[in-house]
């Protein structure tokens, strides 16, 4: 009888166990979460943007092959995609939160336009004038991290 005592309690554990891991997933962000989550975008959209302005400027030199820009652009899109689908998935907890989304927003918006227009670049004149969109807003990105990444 107390070997099946036992087992109903680290049952009963265990069960009680998974249960709090569930609910801290599914819990909503609180706005220190939701801070962290919009700085770790920012990052990801200022490396995305970041690493397209260098492509750019080394295809205007000559360094790399179109092949390669192409590759490269690719994915900094796919890291860019991703960021946007981070920021997408969360929803801020309250007004404060809701005020740093709405500056975010649309930096990330001028870097999918700057990112693709760049990776799109029909000749070297919109490719100059694409990686210095991105390397500006890139910069607004940065300033964005420094100033909420406290």
Do not use: C
Not at 11 to 36: C, E, I, M, N, T
Not at 53 to 77: I, K, M, R, S, W
Not at 107 to 112: E, K
């Amino acid at each position: 009888m107390a070997t099946r005592g036992r087992v109903l309690i680290a049952g009963a554990a265990v069960v009680l166990l998974w249960a709090g891991f569930a609910y801290d997933l599914s819990r909503p962000a609180d706005a220190k979460q939701y801070r962290r989550t919009m700085v770790q975008v920012a990052e990801a959209a200022h490396d995305a943007t970041r690493t397209g302005g260098l492509v750019g400027a080394q295809e205007l030199a000559g360094n790399v092959t179109a092949a390669y820009a192409t590759t490269a652009f690719d994915d900094a899109t796919k890291a860019l995609a991703g960021a946007q689908h981070k920021f997408a998935g969360e929803g801020p907890p309250d007004d404060s939160s809701a005020a740093l989304r709405d500056r975010l927003s649309p930096l990330l918006s001028d870097a999918v336009i700057a990112l693709g227009d760049t990776a799109q670049a029909p000749d070297d004149q919109a490719l100059r004038d694409g990686t210095h969109r991105l390397d500006m807003i890139a910069g607004k990105l940065r300033a964005f991290v420094v100033a909420y990444a406290s």
